[in-house]
């Protein structure tokens, strides 16, 4: 089972709302990944948790943080967004350590108005 | 710095091979990728190599690697219209051993 699972699979916000994208694996992988993809071009990395610990931030704005509750769990809180945040965020595992296959998941479609 | 292109567009018709290729310039890239998207859908892992590899074969899919010129290519045998999509390679380099860099994406059209 190589599964990676996303909620909500679309969610549109307001600039004043706060929201949480949630990302779960049950493959025993021990890092995992946000990626932000805009329409017509490649994700780009925001954050990897290894082991549960924030090992890459990206130098992504404030507004999003990311949180690993366990090692099968991570969660990406939005709070204050922009227009220009609208993207598809893609969450991403891997086993950690020298294994370097990253299997991602079906993605959130979020707009901001 | 590292950069990933690959060319906007491909159309084959269904049968034909599709040759899709890559370049990139990050002479410490460890692994290279292919992964397909389709229409409003993660990320699908294809296919990968490794550094001291120039070929890999997995069923319809052909990975050839020139490490001198830092080409990649993926070719697909007997191209189904199921095959339309976007592929991307990617790198891992020794730099950022968890950090994927991405290419521009090749949209494939495969036609009946």
């Known amino acids: 089972d190589t599964e990676v699972t996303q909620t909500p699979k679309h969610l549109v916000m307001g600039m004043t709302n706060k929201k949480s994208l949630k990302c779960e694996q049950h493959m025993g992988h021990r890092a995992m990944y946000w990626y932000k993809q805009k329409a017509k071009k490649p994700p780009e990395l925001m954050f990897v948790?290894?082991?549960?610990?924030?090992?890459i931030n990206e130098s992504v704005p404030s507004r999003f943080s990311p949180e690993c509750p366990n090692s099968s769990l991570l969660n990406l809180h939005l709070h204050a967004l922009q227009p220009e945040d609208s993207a598809l965020y893609l969450c991403?595992?891997?086993?950690?350590?020298?294994?370097?296959?990253?299997?991602f998941g079906p993605g959130t479609r979020l707009t901001v108005t | 710095g590292e950069d990933v292109e690959q060319s906007l567009f491909l159309s084959v018709r269904e049968g034909d091979s599709s040759v899709i290729n890559c370049t990139y310039t990050d002479s410490s890239s460890t692994y290279l990728y292919w992964y397909k998207q389709e229409p409003g859908a993660g990320l699908q892992l294809l296919t990968y190599?490794?550094?001291?590899?120039d070929m890999k074969q997995d069923q319809r899919l052909t990975v050839l690697l020139n490490k001198k010129d830092k080409h990649l290519s993926l070719r697909i045998a007997d191209t189904q219209t199921g095959d339309s999509a976007i592929y991307f390679c990617a790198e891992i380099g020794l730099t950022g051993f968890q950090k994927l860099v991405f290419g521009t994406g090749t949209r494939l059209l495969v036609s009946p």
């Open positions: 991403a595992s891997s086993q950690g350590g020298t294994d370097y296959e990253q299997y």
């Open positions: 190599i490794f550094s001291n590899m």
């Open positions: 948790y290894s082991y549960e610990k924030l090992s």
